[in-house]
């Protein structure tokens, strides 16, 4: 009886949280840039034969999290080598609204040393046996979304450039010719903190430095809809924050389509 009830037991935890196949690795891996060392999280097929393309992705203005882990494993699961980045240092998160913006602040505001942070993630997911050098490319979620965007107008070696409910505006406006990446904006149509000039603005913007670019709206979404722990934070701090998995689901593959039609 009590080998069953372990059993039982085992089956229901096996059933919880994300499950990812079997193959998938995740490694933490410490990197440095900007004088500061920061934590990473490697994610790749151990099973695979070939080298795969790379991609970058940036977390939330909270910091490197599970979610931004999630998402490296779920790139892993889709063919690709993923690398999530620590753009505060030593693995930092917020816990609060004000702390989550005064850090991610202080990176937009120093963008030289944003970009040393940055270069330094993509330097260390290219020493990956697995990764294929020549293709490269990046997503970004909220503050992510800001940063993979403006390291593609600064001229970036990219192949590709994603982002959910991430921010818009330029630190320095594209060129012609600034852009190498082909680059994807998934956005929530009822997001209040992307206006609609400064969606009209962007692609003003982009149309004007010559750039291949989508901007989806998504209705009904609004900031944060990718992730499943937005909705308590949102009610937690009054913010306008919501997970939507339909979404959330529909964005995701929009976004390995758009992966897959760039290298």
């Given at each position: 009886m009590?080998?069953l ?8 935890l ?5 499950q ?5 690795v995740?490694?933490e891996?410490m990197?440095e840039?900007d004088?500061i060392?920061m934590?990473?999280?490697?994610a ?9 393309p790379?991609i ?10 599970d ?6 494993l779920?790139l892993a ?13 030593d ?12 850090f ?8 030289d040393g ?5 270069n330094a993630a993509v330097e260390t ?17 909220c503050?992510?979304?800001g940063v ?7 001229g970036?070696e990219?192949n ?10 330029p630190?320095?406006?594209a060129t ?8 994807l904006?998934?956005n929530?149509?009822?997001?209040p903190?992307?206006s609609?000039?400064a969606i009209?603005?962007f692609?003003?913007?982009m149309?004007s430095a010559?750039?291949?670019?989508e901007?989806?709206n998504?209705p009904?979404?609004?900031h944060?809809?990718?992730?499943p ?6 009610e937690?701090?009054?913010?306008p924050?919501a ?7 529909e964005?995701?593959t929009?976004?390995?389509e758009?992966l897959?039609?760039?290298?």
């Amino acid at each position: 009886m009590r080998s069953l009830i372990y059993l039982f037991l085992l089956l229901i935890l096996s059933s919880c949280g994300t499950q990812h196949d079997a193959s998938i690795v995740g490694e933490e891996i410490m990197y440095e840039g900007d004088s500061i060392t920061m934590k990473g999280y490697l994610a790749y097929d151990k099973n695979a034969t070939d080298k795969r393309p790379g991609i970058i992705v940036v977390h939330e203005w909270w910091g490197h999290n599970d979610h931004s882990r999630n998402s490296a494993l779920k790139l892993a699961e889709a063919g690709y080598v993923a690398f999530a980045l620590d753009m505060y240092g030593d693995g930092r998160q917020a816990d609060h609204p004000e702390d989550a913006g005064s850090f991610a602040g202080a990176v937009m505001q120093n963008f030289d040393g944003a970009k040393e942070r940055f270069n330094a993630a993509v330097e260390t997911l290219k020493k990956s046996e697995h990764c294929d050098n020549a293709n490269i490319g990046a997503i970004g979620y909220c503050f992510g979304g800001g940063v993979v965007l403006n390291m593609a107008r600064q001229g970036a070696e990219l192949n590709a450039v994603a982002t959910f409910h991430g921010s818009i505006g330029p630190i320095e406006a594209a060129t012609p010719g600034s852009v190498n990446a082909r680059i994807l904006v998934m956005n929530g149509a009822d997001d209040p903190f992307v206006s609609a000039e400064a969606i009209e603005s962007f692609k003003d913007e982009m149309d004007s430095a010559g750039v291949t670019y989508e901007f989806v709206n998504y209705p009904g979404a609004v900031h944060a809809f990718t992730n499943p722990g937005a909705t308590e934070k949102g009610e937690k701090f009054d913010l306008p924050l919501a997970y939507n998995k339909e979404v959330d689901e529909e964005s995701w593959t929009k976004l390995l389509e758009f992966l897959s039609q760039s290298f």
